[in-house]
């Protein structure tokens, strides 16, 4: 196997504990200079690179990585479900995911959580959101989504509607959560984009987590996010209207920027979830707790310039 496929090489740094991101495409990924942070934060000696994979790769890259003495992996596109099948044991969050984004080697066996929707669950409440006996309406019904349900379901909304533009897809979201859904007494529902203009009720909070954004497209027509606003405005809701994708102003969030809308885009996210990372693979002190606030704010303002 070629070398250029290992590019971090966790003997090479005797002295740290070597953690990296493994993702194709991966020179984008901002979790270095994010963990960096965390590790100034903190006191600790660490070395967080990147991983480039080739497709087909994966199992052997990590092999190698945690045979070197690597520490941990965040996992990301299009590995996560690949890393939820190497795994023997996972967490109840990254289980309901289908998909792992942190992984581990303890005692010989791949251990995965998923940090991204109880990352997404943090962002929100730094943005007050407040989520008990809340209706929320999440766009979508890929990976992304599914990750997402069960840490939104632990904060005990009302209710959850998932419009995805195939509805089957939506529904099949649904079948999956609905055991979860009775536990937490939530209703669950599927509808199709389309079908949103049938809406009656307000949603607190309104969640995009289509891949929409990243072609520069909205999963909404103009006429169905103001139906959405005129429908908060009659309930007098101050609805957060939230964009998982980062970096730009989306066309979804240009719509409901214009109308007037609470918005956010999924830095935070990408910082929390980071930040739930680093905290299960180290033990972080009380008077230590890490400082995501300040994190963000400095990856917002560089990508401003
Ligand atoms: P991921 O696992 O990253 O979430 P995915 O499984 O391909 O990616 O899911 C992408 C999601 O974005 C799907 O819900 C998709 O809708 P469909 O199931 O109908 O394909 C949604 N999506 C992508 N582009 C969209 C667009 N322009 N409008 C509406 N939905 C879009």
Known sequence: MSNELFQIDPREYPDLDVYAVIGNPI???LSPEIHSQFATQTQQKIHYGKIFCELGGFKRVVEVFFARGGMGLNVTVPFKSEAFNLCTKLTDRAWAAG???VLTKVQGIYCGDNSDGVGLVRDLEQASCSFLASNILIIGAGGAVQGTVLPLMEKFPAR????NRTLEKAQKVVER???EATRHQVEIKAISIADLTKENQ???LIINCTSSG???QSPLTDDLAKHLVNLSQQEKKDTLVYEMVYGK???FLEQFNALGSRTRDGF???VEQAAVAFESWISVEKDQKLDTFTVLQGLREKFQN
């Open 160 to 163: 959850i509607v998932i419009a």
């Open 99 to 101: 998909a792992v984004n």
């Open 268 to 270: 935070g996210m990408l």
């Open 249 to 251: 102003i989306t066309p």
């Open 202 to 204: 307000a949603f607190d």
């Open 27 to 29: 020179a984008h990924s």
């Open 177 to 179: 959560f609905n055991n």
């Open 214 to 216: 990243l072609n520069h």
